[in-house]
């Protein structure tokens, strides 16, 4: 069994583990795990395009946006049809939510085509500020679409996220990602980052290989969504802006562009960054800001680029 698979299996029976002690944990602590996690699965997935690909996408909040609401309405306006009026047993209510991940990643999966079939033939500032315009224009659109709540947003959504959702989402993002990129198919996307006229010169589709990229990294984004809303049982509009976006764009920085390994730890940072500065609530974003500059002067290439992957080899 290759070595990925083995560190899939190792990451999914760790999740077991925790779920299954997380009964004694903390509340608060809990809280803190699953964004995490909901991170990793953002953060990885835009280093598949931002990264791995070269592309330079701002517009990652907007795809996890799509697959919050998608799921959201399977569960809420589908789930009570399907289960009926005593909610159905705990198998049929986990097979409903996986369900429901999977509309919300295929939905996102699927704006990330519609987005990127006709922007990815631009680069660099245009491309950023073309998907900059798709975040906002999904977030205005659903902030005025009253079915899905409006400026409202959607509340009572199932607490169907729990600690092993998260963490299996994460590894499997972190694996499919990493087999995807190692793979012969995979160096293309590392072709297209290094040189794109010269990997259309030996015949490469830069433009397929981008556009698949897009598609990959938005589905797995859109699944965050789905978990960001099962968990947090209210979803609003204000909360897929720019900033979102912004928010992952700078843990892929940080961690290294194209290291997966390092954006991984980078999400890790930057989730926890927040929570131990709250003793200096009133200085926390300035202090916040302050230590970013000083990481990305200090090391520009970010924090954790050591080359771990093989595929950088």
């Known amino acids: 069994m290759p070595r990925p698979h083995l560190a899939l299996l190792a ?11 997380s009964d004694r944990i903390d509340p608060y602590y809990l809280d803190v795990l699953v964004g995490i996690g909901i991170n990793i699965i ?23 946006s799509v ?21 159905g047993t705990a198998l049929a209510q986990n097979a ?42 999904i977030r205005v659109l659903i902030q005025n679409f009253e079915p899905l709540g409006g400026a409202l947003g959607l509340n009572g959504i199932p607490a169907s996220t729990n600690i092993f959702w998260v963490l299996a989402g994460a590894a499997l993002t972190v694996f499919t990602v990493t087999c995807l990129v190692r793979s012969t198919y995979g160096r293309g996307f590392l072709a297209v980052k290094d040189d794109e006229i010269a990997a259309e010169a030996v015949g490469l589709d830069t433009t397929r290989y981008k556009i698949v ?17 099962h968990f947090k049982q209210t979803i609003s509009p204000g909360g897929f802006d720019f900033n979102r976006s912004i928010e992952i764009v700078v843990m892929v920085i940080l961690g290294g562009m194209g290291n997966t390994v390092g954006v991984v730890l980078a999400a890790i940072l930057l989730t926890l960054l927040p929570e131990v500065l709250r003793p200096v609530a009133e200085y926390r974003m300035i202090l916040y800001s302050f230590l970013l500059i000083v990481l990305m002067i200090a090391r520009p290439q ?7 992957d093989k595929s950088k080899s």
């Open 11 to 21: 990451a999914l029976l760790a999740a077991s583990g925790v779920f299954a002690l």
């Open 42 to 64: 953002l953060a990885v997935s835009l280093n598949l395009v931002n990264g791995y690909t070269g592309q330079f996408s701002l517009g990652h909040a907007g795809f996890m």
């Open 67 to 87: 697959g919050a609401y998608l799921s959201a309405a399977v569960t809420l306006f589908l789930g009570p049809q399907l289960l009926g009026a005593g909610g």
């Open 96 to 137: 409903l939510f996986l369900a429901a991940l999977v509309a919300g990643g295929l939905s996102a999966a699927f704006a990330g085509l519609l987005v990127g079939v006709p922007s990815l033939r631009l680069k660099g500032d245009y491309l950023a500020l073309v998907t900059l315009g798709f975040g906002e224009i």
């Open 213 to 229: 990229a897009f598609v990959v990294g938005a589905f797995f984004a859109g699944i965050a969504g789905g978990l960001y809303g």
């Open 302 to 308: 970010g924090l954790f680029n050591f080359r771990f």
